[in-house]
């Protein structure tokens, strides 16, 4: 292998290592209603997130339907700790598929963010 060779091979191996630690970000685990699933209209979106969240840089945005924005609640962190996101939800949602979009920044000040799916039953 020439020195040209094996330093391309070492830069890849570098990006790897470099990438690697991007999997302990807060990533959404779960959620309720849950992801792709259908529930009555909630009075919360929960999310579930794999790290702690620094609330003031963590929020969704809750898209109805027929794609207007549907207004939410003041999010808090869950009383069971700091990696559950707790969004409000105000009216009665409508019958339908809503889409949430995240945003989040763990506590080890890393950013990451989302969308997911859910589905409102008549
Ligand atoms: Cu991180």
């Not at 009383?79 to 080890?108: C, E, F, K, N, R």
Request: glycine share 10%.
């Amino acid at each position: 292998m020439n020195t040209f060779a094996r330093t391309l091979v070492l830069a890849g191996l570098g990006l790897f290592a470099a990438s690697a630690p991007a999997f302990a970000h807060a990533h959404l685990k779960s959620a309720n209603p849950p992801i792709n699933g259908t529930a009555s209209s909630p009075s919360e979106l929960d999310l579930m997130f794999s790290e702690g969240l620094n609330l003031k840089f963590t929020g969704v945005k809750l898209m109805g339907p027929d794609k207007a924005a549907v207004t939410t609640g003041d999010a808090t962190l869950g009383s069971s700790g700091d990696t559950t996101l707790v969004v409000p939800v105000t009216g009665t949602l409508a019958a339908g598929t809503y889409m949430v979009a995240w945003h989040a920044l763990s506590t080890d000040g890393h950013k990451t963010t989302g969308t997911y799916k859910f589905t409102v039953k008549p």
